[in-house]
């Protein structure tokens, strides 16, 4: 739903002094939430063709547990570790061996663990039992936290991740009185294949081969969130296909953990492709929700192609909550010069230009100082906004604790 702010400045200014103090003030804050590692299950039956369910088991592990609140180690970030410690994937990893990537991780805690398939008498390999053990470790303190078991028949491999996802997190959170039941109507099933086809597109490294595997598990369940924005991302940052990207973003079902990312990637697609409208409903929503410093920023931005008289205003929250920030610096300036307000718009270019040399900062500084504003049909200082392509989604996650605590 289109949400419409009439006075943004003052919505969004004390979220982003909140924010500011957040990220100033993170290093002599209360401890952190504990980080979890959660590593690629390990096949126990030996059958190459299978590894894809390792893969599936901790990637949705990861997806259900992040969106339960727990600080999850990103896939990334998880899979440089484990190349550093020259951990084979799918191989079984013992006790120390996981130890040892959680603190190469930097993470508190570890997930790790196997599956392995118990064939029924008399029926295909589909029908066959799935059987899964996972482990929890402290790896700080060196002592367990939990061990898990699930058995299910291969075909309900959903449910069986949901049911470790759950039991995971009763240990994680023992305080949780979330029911099982419940658990499984917030996290629906999702069909065998889609969840295969999935997980080979995480795994592929060629982009091509990655997308058909991507599109086919979106196609197979069309409301798979993870592999919506997966899409998402492939056509954003490796194809430049911004078209497509948007299309796949907007689908990502608010619920999902990537709701926000999503929403910040389809605002900057809709930009890029000229659908400026649409970026700002995408922004705004997201702004009400997580008014961080780069989604103001692009909001801003925006705004500044809709000619919308309130860019300043959000661009100058913008720069409160990062004031070191050169591109936002620039916008603020932009949106200032192009309003005639030409002795801030000098101030906000002069900081621009701290974080270095800039021809056009530099050039729109010369035009303030000589109280020259935009000329009719002077193309080249037109769309001269700068949108920012990172989400910084743990400092929303920061301002998100800070607010439940007040």
Not at 200 to 217: S, W
Request: aromatic share 8%; with cysteine; charged share 25%.
């Amino acid at each position: 739903m289109f949400l419409h702010f009439p006075a943004p400045a003052f919505r969004f200014a004390p979220a982003c002094a909140m924010l500011a103090c957040v990220l100033a003030c993170s290093a002599a804050a209360a401890a952190p939430p504990e980080s979890l590692l959660i590593l690629p299950f390990s096949n126990a039956g030996g059958n190459r063709q299978l590894d894809w369910i390792g893969d599936s088991i901790s990637e949705i592990l990861i997806e259900n547990l992040a969106a339960e609140g727990i600080e999850v180690v990103p896939p990334e970030e998880r899979d440089q570790a484990m190349q550093e410690l020259s951990l084979r994937r799918y191989a079984v990893i013992t006790r120390a061996s996981a130890i040892e990537a959680a603190v190469q991780a930097n993470a508190d805690l570890v997930l790790y663990g196997a599956f392995e398939l118990r064939p029924v008498p008399g029926k295909p390999e589909a029908g066959a039992r799935l059987l899964v053990t996972a482990h929890l470790l402290d790896a700080r303190r060196l002592r367990r936290r939990g061990d898990f078991l699930v058995e299910k028949p291969l075909a309900e491999l959903s449910a069986a991740q949901t049911s470790l996802a759950w039991q995971a997190l009763r240990a994680l959170q023992p305080q949780s009185l979330t029911a099982e039941e419940e658990f499984a109507r917030n996290h629906p099933m999702v069909r065998l294949d889609a969840l295969e086809n999935y997980a080979r597109g995480l795994r592929a490294e060629n982009p091509e081969i990655r997308h058909k595997f991507l599109a086919t598990a979106a196609r197979l369940a069309p409301d798979f969130s993870p592999a919506l924005y997966q899409l998402g991302r492939l056509n954003l940052f490796v194809f430049r296909n911004y078209s497509a990207a948007a299309s796949w973003f907007e689908r990502v079902a608010s619920a999902d953990i990537h709701s926000r990312e999503a929403l910040f990637f389809l605002g900057y697609c809709r930009h890029r492709t000229g659908e400026f409208a649409a970026a700002a409903q995408a922004l705004r929503r997201l702004a009400a929700a997580a008014p961080l410093p780069e989604v103001l920023n692009n909001l801003g931005a925006v705004l500044l192609r809709l000619n919308d008289p309130s860019a300043a205003d959000i661009l100058r929250s913008a720069a409160e909550a990062n004031p070191g920030d050169p591109d936002i610096a620039f916008n603020l300036g932009y949106a200032l010069w192009r309003s005639g307000r030409f002795d801030e718009a000098a101030e906000q270019f002069r900081l621009c230009l701290r974080s270095g040399s800039d021809a056009t900062a530099t050039a729109l500084l010369g035009r303030c100082l000589r109280r020259e504003g935009p000329r009719p049909g002077e193309v080249r200082l037109e769309g001269q906004e700068r949108l920012k392509l990172e989400y910084q989604e743990s400092a929303w996650r920061a301002l998100r604790s800070l607010v439940k605590k007040e």
